[in-house]
């Protein structure tokens, strides 16, 4: 789980449906969307090789027949702010528009679920990356403290021969105090086994909890799989349904989008709380709705 391995992924509700329309409201990404649906080839179908009445239809329909309103700020109980936004297109038939402005929901989704998984997966990275850093230098300083203790052995049992001390020594039945650094009292019997253990430890995190649990997260990171994203950056307030009014010289379907809330990052999937609001409000957005049709 991302929150277990302390993984903070910045993609919140007003996020998820400001990216959502910024990518509905580029122009680049409704031209795209457009010339792949059978409504565009249906316009060409009697000139499809004509580079200029392509290039004006387009034109048309990506500035005129498409269209987005920014937010409209609300402020509920407590000072919340509650942000939604309108989206219109305009075709030849109710059915088109529904149609077309379904369909490029779908595909601005697409866009939107693939930048949310490339932020997972920067922030996986980085934190492989950091984690990575962190047990390499645990790793080395182990591996320098190992060292230390292995002269220091060789030392101390170079001075317990010297002394003649080959066994323990003990005082009234008791140890006797002596330097930590080069404990020459346990005897060079013993300083020899323990300098053949401390050489033979190949494995450092065997014996170093802090570094058996660095090398821990970092396996846990190394096998982190992201799956693929899908995610709805919004709720719709109204869903797309088939005009029942004529915008001439075009069918306009209008639909509105509002912001999820309580977004978190999980291993396995994304998820997402909708947000929840009374029916009262609920009912003022569609009147809302309906009076702007």
């Known amino acids: 789980n991302l929150t277990v391995l302390d993984i903070k ?88 528009a529904r149609d077309l402005l379904q369909g490029s929901i779908n595909y601005i989704n697409t866009i939107v679920n693939a930048d949310v998984f490339r932020k997972i997966q920067r922030a996986v990275d980085l934190a492989k990356g950091i984690g990575t850093d962190k047990y390499s230098m645990e790793l080395l300083k182990a591996r320098n403290n190992q060292k230390v203790k292995i002269e220091r052995l060789r030392y101390a049992s170079s001075i317990a021969d010297a002394a003649g001390v080959k066994k323990p020594v003990y005082s009234s039945g008791s140890a006797i105090s002596d330097d930590p650094d080069f404990p020459i009292t346990m005897g060079s019997d013993a300083l020899n086994r323990k300098l053949e253990i401390e050489k033979s430890v190949t494995d450092l995190a065997s014996i170093n909890a802090e570094l058996l649990n660095r090398k821990l997260y970092l396996d846990k990171l190394n096998r982190l799989e992201i799956p693929n994203v899908n995610i709805v950056p919004f709720k719709y307030l109204q869903q797309p349904t088939e005009p029942t009014k004529r915008d001439a010289p075009k069918r306009a379907l209008i639909v509105i989008l509002f912001a999820l809330v309580g977004l978190m990052g999980s291993v396995g999937f994304v998820l997402v709380e909708h947000f929840v609001r009374g029916r009262k409000r609920e009912e003022e957005g569609l009147k809302l709705s309906q009076t702007k049709e």
């Open 9 to 96: 992924v910045d993609v919140s509700a007003n996020y998820l449906l400001s990216t959502f329309k910024q990518n509905f409201d580029s122009q680049d990404l409704r031209e795209q969307y457009l010339v792949n649906t059978n409504y565009f080839k249906r316009l060409m179908k009697d000139n499809p090789e004509d580079g200029l009445d392509k290039r004006a239809l387009i034109e048309r329909i990506v500035n005129e027949n498409i269209s987005s309103v920014n937010p409209v700020k609300d402020k509920t109980e407590g000072d919340n702010e509650y942000r939604y936004y309108k989206l219109s297109y305009s075709a030849s038939t109710p059915t088109d």
